[in-house]
């Protein structure tokens, strides 16, 4: 009789990828409700649910929408049996200050105390009221050391407006982990185009009458510019048919076209290929069909932003149906928020990561012990259930088997044999509770990649590998080879028996490669 080898159970899985935590986008505008929720492998992504719902007329008015909002929600939730209560939302741009500022060069330490003491959002950013008001999310985008300067995201939003919004989720059902701006959310579609297509230079217009923005891309800088709309005359957007006159798409395209003018000057860009147009509403192909018209100096495409998404057959007919693909786009952009959960992206693009949940840090916390806990019972689960296969064969082999003398002196040693290996089981089972004491710490330094900001300026990481008891690799990116020695003086801070393994040549961006190799304490 053979038994169930238990040695590798408990091990980590060493992965060079973060934890992704499924999430639902929920994109509520003035007149509809949009749910998303994408499945990613690898680099591809895949639709894995979609919903819409559009709100009566009777419902959009100031006194019933809130309501209908949770009500609708509320069916989406019990129609789509997600598999968690998981939701990623986006204030409007309104509601919302953005600003990148340029301020003179701090250090990590320098920096984090001017923000934490509220100095620096003092002196550099004008803030309508008392800066407790204010749930803010800011990161370090550029740093310029010989110039003595730096940029910064800044990003915020009255803690009233985003708890306002977070009310209506949760009294659907739902949980809102992320709270996005609109005009980001939008521009996250670009996690589902191809690397070359997500690096270029990119113009993304909205106009919805409630939401009219441009955002701009260039070297993972934003740029983001009102659309001025008057309230007439976003009405007669919001309406639709003969209220959509050519006069109004005539006065949006002449400030579509003052804001690019104004990132094509303020990026010092030689031009702009293309505008990628969304709307929320459904007319929108006529709003696109208006604007193309109009403005002839640049190419105006209608964003499909299922362009790089995989389509399952059972929903293909389903998005068929859709009049407006690109009303979908922002509801995609926030499903992609399945890494931001535990800030993968904090060390990689700023916006992509804006999270303006007023106690985000908390629930980071919450959720990576969530995730631990997971998968210690899933582990528990697997030990009890090789016990009980292992018990109820013991139990049948010794009800229906009618032995002769040899065979009893057989099970005797069989016996024996058992006893040896519950001791071994209850020595692993001992190792287990202590590994469950231990395992949140190792976790959390394996999870754990603040270090890396500390490293010298010029350099990025490019990929680290986390071997659990084994040997671990760190990928760098530096104009200056001569920093691997600076690089390796910070890792021997927090590991152990820290190598540098190699370093490559500069390729064809002069950036050299340095690997490292370190293992965890």
């Not at 370090?140 to 803690?159: A, H, R, W, Y």
């Not at 495409?301 to 922002?330: C, G, H, M, W």
């Not at 804006?354 to 806990?373: A, Q, V, Y």
């Not at 691997?484 to 393994?501: G, N």
């Amino acid at each position: 009789m053979k038994f169930l080898n238990l040695s590798n159970l408990f091990k980590g899985r060493p992965t060079s990828e973060p934890i992704r935590q499924d999430i639902v986008g929920l994109d509520i505008s003035h007149s509809y409700i949009r749910a998303i929720s994408l499945r990613k492998k690898g680099d591809n992504w895949t639709l894995h649910k979609l919903t819409t719902k559009i709100l009566d007329e009777e419902d959009r008015a100031e006194d019933k929408y809130n309501d209908a909002v949770i009500s609708a929600l509320k069916t989406i939730k019990l129609e789509q049996k997600y598999e968690n209560d998981n939701a990623a939302i986006s204030l409007p741009v309104s509601s919302a200050i953005v600003q990148v500022i340029q301020i003179p060069f701090l250090d990590e330490k320098e920096l984090n105390e001017a923000t934490e003491n509220g100095s620096l959002w003092e002196s550099s950013i004008n803030l309508p009221g008392d800066q407790s008001e204010y749930s803010i999310f800011w990161q370090t985008i550029s740093k310029d050391p010989e110039k003595n300067t730096m940029s910064l995201l800044f990003v915020g939003s009255k803690i009233v407006e985003v708890e306002k919004n977070c009310e209506l989720i949760r009294k659907a059902g739902f949980d809102p982990l992320i709270v996005d701006v609109r005009c980001f959310a939008l521009r996250n579609i670009l996690r589902t185009y191809t690397e070359d297509q997500s690096a270029k230079d990119q113009v993304f217009i909205e106009i919805s009458g409630s939401e009219n923005y441009a955002v701009c891309m260039h070297n993972n800088l934003p740029f983001i510019y009102d659309i001025y709309v008057s309230d007439a005359d976003a009405q007669g957007i919001l309406e639709g048919g003969e209220a959509l006159t050519d006069e109004i798409l005539d006065r949006v395209s002449a400030q579509i076209r003052t804001a690019v003018t104004s990132f094509i000057k303020q990026s010092d860009i030689p031009g702009i290929a293309t505008l990628q147009l969304s709307s929320s509403l459904l007319h929108g192909e006529v709003i696109f069909d208006g604007l193309k018209k109009n403005i002839v100096e640049y190419k105006i495409d209608f964003i499909d932003p299922f362009q790089f998404i995989k389509i399952p057959p059972q929903l293909k007919t389903r998005l068929d149906n859709e009049k407006n693909k690109a009303s979908l786009s922002v509801a995609i952009g926030l499903a992609t928020r399945q890494l931001d959960v535990f800030g993968f992206y904090k060390f990689v693009t700023a916006v992509s990561n804006i999270n303006l949940l007023p106690d985000r840090e908390e629930r980071i916390g919450k959720e990576k012990k969530k995730t631990t806990n997971s998968s210690l019972v899933n582990k528990l689960i697997a030990v009890s259930s090789a016990l009980l296969i292992f018990s109820t064969s013991a139990y049948a082999y010794m009800s229906f088997t009618y032995p002769s003398f040899a065979d009893l002196e057989l099970l005797q040693l069989e016996v024996s044999d058992l006893r040896n290996t519950q001791n071994k089981i209850n020595t692993q089972h001992e190792k287990l509770t202590k590994w469950t004491k231990n395992s949140g710490e190792i976790n959390a330094k394996i999870l754990d990649f603040s270090y890396a900001a500390s490293f010298p300026n010029g350099t990025f990481v490019d990929e680290i590998k986390h071997e659990r008891g084994d040997v671990s690799n760190i990928r760098v990116m530096s104009r200056d080879p001569s920093l691997a020695a600076d690089i390796r003086s910070f890792l021997e801070k927090k590991f152990i028996e820290v190598e540098l393994a190699s370093i490559k040549e500069p390729d064809k961006n002069n950036l050299s490669e340095v690997e490292l190799k370190f293992k965890i304490k």
